[in-house]
Structures are given as C-alpha cells and as structure tokens.
C-alpha cells in the first residue's frame, strides 16, 4: 500500500469538495481548483470526526480517501499521485502557494509594472514577464519576486519561467535562483593555475 495514497486528506471548515462526472472541484476561499481522477483510483468522501482531528484537535469538515483497484504499477503510481493532489488543491484554495525568487548582481533589479514585473539582469532591454491568471507577482525589495497563487503547479512553472530568464552562473552566482538555492561555484582561471 501506498504510504502516501492511504493518508486520508482532511478538508477543512469554509472548502466545498465535490466529485461529478470523474471530475474533482475543490473551492474556497482562494478559489477554485478542478483535476481530473483516473478511473483507476477510487476517491470516496466522509464526514469528519474525533479519530481524524489534527495536532491542534481540530476535527475536519470531510476526510477524502483514495483507494485503487489491484497493484499494477501504473495504479500504485496513480494511487500517490491522486492523493497528492487533491492535498496540494485543499492546501491551495485555503493558505495558497509561494516561490521567492532572489536576484544577484550588480545593476541587476526587478520593478513592479501592473500585474507582472519587469526584470532588468544584463540584456540590453529590460524582460517583461506577465503573470497568467490565478497567480500573483508581487516586488517586495528591487531584487527579490514573489510568486503566489492557489495552483501548486502553476506558481511553480511562473517561478521557473523567471528564474530560466538568467540562471545563476557558476563563477560569480550572477543571475535569478530561488530564494536559498545554493549555487556551486567554480574556480576562475586565476585560481587554477
């Protein structure tokens, strides 16, 4: 069995879930988010109680379960897979997800226009990137992004996308990288010899 597939997923107060047509929807209060469930795997839903309650006692409003049939790979693989998920869109639509992006160099800075940013890291323009709809961009200080939306998925291709603009390179760490990634650096040729 699974480890993670037979974690039963627990739906807070205020997040409507609902399963029609093999089509799951989860909203609340940052949105809503649908997926697809392969008719491989099994999604049932209950009411909450006592046994399910987290850390804090808190007893949630429904408690999903993802089963699946037999032990073919492919369905051992859906099984986690499924469960993840439907974890990553009640976590969504309730705190939501966010990339911190940090930009190193000199001269190099992001400013704020409209909905998306404009990032000026060595080309001779600046870039501009537009945020798709359901994630947010936002420019705390002139060398750090934030990216921030309900889709796990989303925020993290919009993340990647930035940071694929001018990767960090590996003599002077120069460019975007997620907020603590380590850069491994090389030796100059000074140093080598």
């Known amino acids: 069995m699974s480890r993670i597939g037979k974690e039963p997923v627990a739906v807070p107060n205020g997040v409507d879930v609902t399963l029609a047509d093999g089509v799951l929807s989860v909203t609340g209060p940052k949105g809503t988010l649908t997926q697809e469930i392969d008719p491989a795997v099994t999604v049932t839903m209950a009411e909450g109680t006592e046994d399910d309650a987290d850390a804090d006692g808190v007893v949630p409003a429904q408690v999903i379960t993802v089963t699946r049939g037999d032990d073919e790979p492919k369905n051992r693989a859906l099984h986690g897979l499924t469960r993840a998920l439907i974890a990553n869109m009640v976590t969504g639509v309730t705190t939501g997800f966010e990339r911190r992006l940090e930009i190193v160099g000199v001269g190099y800075r992001a400013a704020k226009r409209g909905s998306g940013v404009q990032v000026q890291v060595g080309y001779s323009h600046p ?40 990767k960090p390179e590996p003599y002077k760490g120069k460019g975007i990288r997620y907020a603590g990634e380590p850069v491994r650096r090389k030796a100059g040729k000074a140093a080598g010899t």
Not at 156 to 162: E, F, L, N, S, T
């Open 127 to 166: 870039v501009n990137v537009q945020a798709p709809e359901g994630v947010a961009l936002d420019v705390p200080t002139p060398t750090q992004i934030t990216v921030s939306g309900a889709n796990k998925q989303h925020v993290g291709q919009v993340a990647a996308d930035i940071r694929a603009i001018r």
